[in-house]
């Protein structure tokens, strides 16, 4: 399967976890236009620019949405029978969305991206030097004779979709992907109007963009956010966008499942819908019955680029914070918990007497940063975060990035077996980023799993012998002062402990959450874990500079 970034004429391939991803953000590729298809009509409106403005209604929101009107099919002498227990089918569908897409058209708005053409290479290649009664010498002469009439003339063009938030500050909100490629923004509205725009900000986390049109007479229409997560599969939408550049289509279907991760982003919590979104689609809206906005359309699955019911929207609640702080700040501001996390494993909740794989737990602590004095540790496993359930490890950065920054928060956390609450002070994400060269997000990312391990001799750890840590064997595997525990002194060639990266220098911090400092410590921990029924240690582990992470290795 093919999953593309919506927004324009042209594809970009990108191979990501496992599957093809196709983005199609005619901003990212600098070839030349593709010529169109004998029946593609011509992208974009056509219309008078200097033609009279008529002035758009603004929206005028149902106070309740349009409902099902499910209306019996009639008894004749050729359905009387339909079904032996006299069920009957039903035969209308939903009330026609006609008065509600009226309102909302004229706030949907086609993004034009000009582009200036690619800059010349400083000069032509000259041809190769063959001997005049080669067969190729003529064929290689006409093709470099014509490099210049090949290339593109004038500046290219990509289309996406829009739409007003705050029509008084002429604000516009697209995807960042339809616009990252810089060059001249015009907003082209359903009447054929043609503002420019200025970029206000970007955020490509969640791949979103906030434009503010420039100063015009023409009268404009808004929409605004609704609460996405009241949103149930099975709850029809309706997108409104650009597809192909043929200018305002809408579009409808349900919401086919919430809470999609495509590993697109740190963030991802997809609205996935059925209603037909195309290239060109990336940055409108997706409209609930209310004539709110819960969803902008920003990827679709496809093996031919084009809508197969398969369309992903941003979720409004994630959005909302995001646009108002590109309005406010033209940038983002995210809290920053300075931790990096990974998922609760069955193994993990195993060795921990987890009744559920749920939280998020903590691998390593970033130092400098908002936790580095002990607030939370390695190995602590985060429950709950300012009141809000952590139910998956994805969850966690969701929830801090949409905390203010500076904020104190209650953080319910598993430590040693025992639930408690501790109190954090958030960062920032951003200014954490800049201070720090590493590539990995700064308080997510789920990180590597442990895998599924082989079984060990008794009380031990598969291929592992452990050592005390002296002056000697601080010296040899020049292991800092700071990092106290017991050393892993050789490790089992082939074996699960050498596959999994462990090698000897390695310092044990914790075991199942508990500090060792000796090896006859972490020998009773082990043993205590076995005549408790645990199958497996969890274990918390050092490098020698200092560096945590951790992993699950079985005992007997």
């Given at each position: 399967?093919?999953?593309?970034?919506?927004?324009?004429?042209?594809?970009?391939?990108?191979?990501?976890?496992?599957?093809?991803?196709?983005?199609?953000?005619?901003?990212?590729?600098?070839?030349?236009?593709?010529?169109?298809?004998?029946?593609?009509?011509?992208?974009?409106?056509?219309?008078?620019?200097?033609?009279?403005?008529?002035?758009?209604?603004?929206?005028?929101?149902?106070?309740?949405p349009?409902?099902?009107?499910?209306?019996?099919?009639?008894?004749t002498?050729?359905?009387?029978?339909?079904?032996?227990?006299?069920?009957?089918?039903?035969?209308?569908?939903?009330?026609?969305?006609?008065?509600?897409?009226?309102?909302?058209?004229?706030?949907?708005?086609?993004?034009?991206?000009?582009?200036?053409?690619?800059?010349?290479s400083?000069?032509?290649?000259?041809?190769?030097?063959?001997?005049?009664?080669?067969?190729?010498?003529?064929?290689?002469?006409?093709?470099f004779?014509?490099?210049?009439?090949?290339?593109?003339?004038?500046?290219?063009?990509?289309?996406?979709?829009?739409?007003?938030?705050?029509?008084?500050?002429?604000?516009v909100?697209?995807?960042?992907?339809?616009?990252?490629?810089?060059?001249?923004?015009?907003?082209?509205?359903?009447?054929?109007?043609?503002?420019?725009?200025?970029?206000?900000g970007?955020?490509?986390?969640?791949?979103?963009?906030?434009?503010?049109?420039?100063?015009?007479?023409?009268?404009?229409?808004?929409?605004?956010?609704?609460?996405?997560?009241?949103?149930?599969?099975?709850?029809?939408?309706?997108?409104?966008?650009?597809p192909?550049?043929?200018?305002?289509?809408?579009?409808?279907?349900?919401?086919?499942?919430v809470?999609?991760?495509?590993?697109?982003?740190?963030?991802?919590?997809?609205?996935?819908?059925?209603?037909?979104?195309?290239?060109?689609?990336?940055?409108g809206?997706?409209?609930?019955?209310?004539?709110?906005?819960i969803?902008?359309?920003?990827?679709?699955?496809?093996p031919?680029?084009?809508?197969?019911?398969?369309?992903?929207?941003?979720?409004?609640?994630?959005?909302?914070?995001?646009?108002?702080?590109?309005?406010?700040?033209?940038?983002?501001?995210?809290?920053?918990?300075?931790?990096?996390?990974?998922?609760?494993?069955?193994?993990?909740?195993?060795?921990?007497?987890?009744?559920?794989?749920?939280?998020?737990?903590?691998?390593?602590?970033?130092?400098?940063?908002?936790?580095?004095?002990?607030?939370?540790?390695?190995?602590?496993?985060?429950?709950?975060?300012?009141?809000?359930?952590?139910?998956?490890?994805?969850?966690?950065?969701?929830?801090?990035?949409?905390?203010?920054?500076?904020?104190?928060?209650?953080?319910?956390?598993?430590?040693?077996?025992?639930?408690?609450?501790?109190?954090?002070?958030?960062?920032?994400?951003?200014?954490?980023?800049?201070?720090?060269?590493?590539?990995?997000?700064?308080?997510?990312?789920?990180?590597?799993?442990?895998?599924?391990?082989?079984?060990?001799?008794?009380?031990a750890?598969?291929?592992?012998?452990?050592?005390?840590?002296?002056?000697?064997?601080?010296?040899?595997?020049?292991?800092?002062?700071?990092?106290?525990?017991?050393?892993?002194?050789?490790?089992?060639?082939?074996?699960?402990?050498?596959?999994?990266?462990?090698?000897?220098?390695?310092?044990?911090?914790a075991?199942?959450?508990?500090?060792?400092?000796?090896?006859?410590?972490?020998?009773?921990?082990?043993?205590?874990?076995?005549?408790?029924?645990?199958?497996?240690?969890?274990?918390?582990?050092?490098?020698?500079?200092?560096?945590?992470?951790?992993?699950?290795?079985?005992?007997?």
């Amino acid at each position: 399967m093919l999953l593309r970034r919506l927004p324009l004429g042209r594809v970009a391939a990108v191979t990501l976890f496992g599957a093809m991803i196709a983005f199609a953000p005619a901003v990212l590729a600098q070839e030349a236009p593709p010529q169109p298809m004998p029946d593609q009509l011509t992208p974009g409106p056509q219309d008078d620019p200097t033609a009279p403005v008529q002035p758009s209604p603004q929206v005028d929101l149902p106070a309740k949405p349009p409902q099902l009107d499910l209306v019996p099919v009639p008894e004749t002498e050729d359905n009387a029978n339909l079904s032996a227990d006299g069920d009957r089918r039903l035969a209308s569908g939903p009330e026609s969305v006609a008065d509600l897409a009226e309102k909302l058209l004229p706030a949907v708005v086609n993004i034009s991206l000009n582009q200036p053409p690619p800059e010349s290479s400083g000069g032509e290649i000259a041809p190769p030097d063959l001997p005049d009664d080669s067969p190729f010498k003529e064929y290689f002469e006409d093709f470099f004779n014509n490099q210049e009439r090949d290339a593109p003339e004038g500046p290219t063009s990509s289309l996406g979709s829009g739409f007003v938030i705050d029509a008084d500050n002429r604000y516009v909100v697209t995807n960042n992907h339809v616009i990252e490629g810089g060059g001249e923004i015009t907003a082209v509205f359903p009447d054929g109007t043609r503002i420019g725009a200025t970029l206000r900000g970007t955020d490509e986390k969640t791949d979103l963009a906030v434009l503010q049109l420039d100063e015009s007479d023409h009268r404009l229409t808004d929409v605004k956010f609704g609460p996405s997560q009241e949103m149930r599969i099975g709850d029809w939408v309706m997108a409104i966008g650009n597809p192909f550049g043929l200018g305002a289509t809408l579009t409808v279907g349900i919401v086919s499942a919430v809470n999609r991760d495509i590993e697109a982003g740190p963030y991802d919590d997809f609205i996935q819908t059925d209603a037909a979104i195309n290239r060109g689609n990336s940055g409108g809206p997706l409209f609930n019955m209310y004539g709110e906005v819960i969803g902008i359309n920003t990827a679709i699955i496809s093996p031919s680029g084009g809508s197969i019911g398969i369309g992903f929207s941003v979720p409004s609640d994630l959005a909302r914070g995001v646009v108002n702080q590109l309005i406010e700040y033209g940038e983002t501001r995210r809290g920053w918990l300075g931790v990096r996390i990974e998922p609760v494993t069955p193994d993990i909740a195993e060795s921990l007497d987890l009744e559920k794989t749920e939280g998020a737990l903590v691998a390593a602590i970033i130092t400098p940063g908002p936790v580095d004095g002990g607030e939370i540790l390695a190995g602590d496993i985060i429950l709950k975060f300012d009141g809000r359930p952590v139910t998956q490890s994805r969850d966690l950065p969701r929830i801090v990035a949409d905390t203010e920054v500076g904020k104190t928060v209650d953080v319910a956390i598993i430590r040693e077996g025992e639930e408690r609450t501790v109190e954090v002070t958030l960062g920032r994400l951003e200014d954490s980023e800049r201070a720090s060269a590493s590539d990995d997000e700064a308080e997510g990312g789920t990180g590597e799993t442990a895998d599924d391990a082989e079984e060990a001799g008794p009380a031990a750890l598969a291929g592992i012998e452990l050592g005390e840590i002296d002056a000697l064997a601080r010296s040899q595997y020049a292991i800092g002062e700071d990092v106290s525990g017991v050393l892993v002194s050789s490790v089992v060639r082939g074996s699960d402990a050498e596959e999994r990266g462990i090698e000897a220098g390695t310092v044990i911090v914790a075991i199942s959450q508990e500090l060792v400092s000796t090896v006859e410590e972490a020998m009773q921990r082990l043993e205590t874990l076995r005549e408790n029924g645990r199958q497996n240690a969890f274990l918390l582990l050092a490098r020698p500079d200092g560096e945590t992470f951790i992993e699950t290795l079985p005992i007997e």
